[in-house]
């Protein structure tokens, strides 16, 4: 999931020491990184459930009753929830690429185009 957060946003965070630390995160990409593992739990759990998906939807043993809900609307749940996820995390991407814009490299000729004082 790192290495996801990495490559959106054109960053370098790493884990370093013999304790796991993080180097280089702060917390806003600590609330897009939850939002990556939401929009990925979603997808996985909507997968998982439609290839197990219930046999049954009603049992009756005589007064009781037990009902579960289609397995096609909690996935329909599933993929809402996973898209608001994306949405909120291409969100918090864009805010976090404007705010934090740094030149990536400097060329020799950008250099050699200034005048020397």
């Known amino acids: 999931m790192i290495g996801a957060l990495n490559n959106r946003l054109g960053t370098c965070v790493s884990v370093s020491g013999d304790n796991p630390c993080l180097v280089g995160f702060d917390p806003q990409m600590g609330s897009m990184a939850n939002y ?17 998906g219930a046999q049954w939807n009603q049992l009756v043993e005589g007064d009781s009753k037990i009902s579960r809900e289609n397995t096609t609307n ?24 404007l ?19």
């Open 36 to 52: 990556l593992y939401q929009a990925g739990y979603f997808r996985v759990a909507a997968l998982s459930l439609l290839q197990g």
């Open 74 to 97: 909690v996935v329909k749940y599933y993929q809402i929830a996973q898209k608001d996820a994306e949405n909120n995390l291409t969100t918090a991407i864009t805010y976090w690429n």
């Open 99 to 117: 705010n934090h814009t740094v030149p990536q490299g400097i060329d020799a000729v950008q250099l050699s185009s200034y005048p020397s004082p």
